[in-house]
């Protein structure tokens, strides 16, 4: 039997060329009590946090032993942290928002923090778009807040470079949005659209 397939089989099946990596967009929600302005926080974030991640899902399993083998079955869902990449500009503010969000964990010199959780927890959209910048898929990250706020490292040695850093965010649960939007009921064909929608 023969399974030769040829590039243009590919050509045919690999739909709009790939899905690129770089056309994505993130769009975060600070709680009130750390961003002064929402709307521009979050709207720094779709320009400066420079990678992502779409997440993975993963469901534990528990072995169920019988006669020396184990039948597989299902345990429970796992949600792993979520890692964003932040470039640092001039007026360090997403800085001081993510760190300002880490002290109302926990404040940096006593053991006090939040009373509640919608104090600290938010939420936060990925969404990869295609070449023309529609949105192809969306996920909603539910319940999160920042585990770390990574170091900044500063070197002379560093040329030719701009800051960046690394936020880890705990997370709930994460929802996964084919059509429509995850705030709205129309897809945005222009992706600052959607920023209205996310701080209201």
């Known amino acids: 039997m ?10 045919s099946i690999l739909q709009g060329g ?20 929402a709307n521009n926080t979050t709207t720094e974030g779709t320009f400066l946090i420079k990678s992502a991640a ?11 032993p019988f006669r020396g083998r184990n039948l597989k079955v299902t345990g429970d869902r796992i949600f792993d942290d979520w890692v964003v990449t932040v470039t640092n500009d001039v007026t360090f503010g997403l800085r001081k928002a993510f760190e300002k969000w880490s ?3 926990q404040n940096m010199n006593y053991v006090l923090g939040a009373n509640t959780l919608n104090q600290y927890y938010s939420n936060a959209i990925v969404r990869q778009l295609d070449r023309d ?12 807040w920042p585990v770390t706020v990574d170091e900044i ?16 965010f705990a997370v709930q649960y994460w929802n996964a949005v084919e059509d429509g939007d995850p705030y709205t ?3 945005p064909r222009d992706p600052s659209a959607a920023l209205n929608a996310i701080v209201t």
């Not at 779409?54 to 169920?64: C, D, F, H, R, T």
């Open 133 to 144: 910048g529609n949105q192809l898929r969306a996920y909603r990250f539910e319940g999160i």
């Open 103 to 105: 002290e109302t964990c």
């Open 185 to 187: 009921s129309a897809v």
């Open 54 to 64: 779409l997440p993975k899902a993963q469901v534990n399993q528990i072995g169920v």
């Open 153 to 168: 490292p500063l070197s002379f040695d560093q040329a030719d470079t701009v800051e960046e850093f690394g936020v880890t």
């Open 18 to 37: 790939g899905v690129r990596p770089t056309m994505f967009q993130v769009e975060m929600v600070f709680p009130t009590a750390v961003a002064a302005d």
């Open 2 to 11: 023969a399974f030769q397939k040829s590039i243009q089989d590919f050509k």
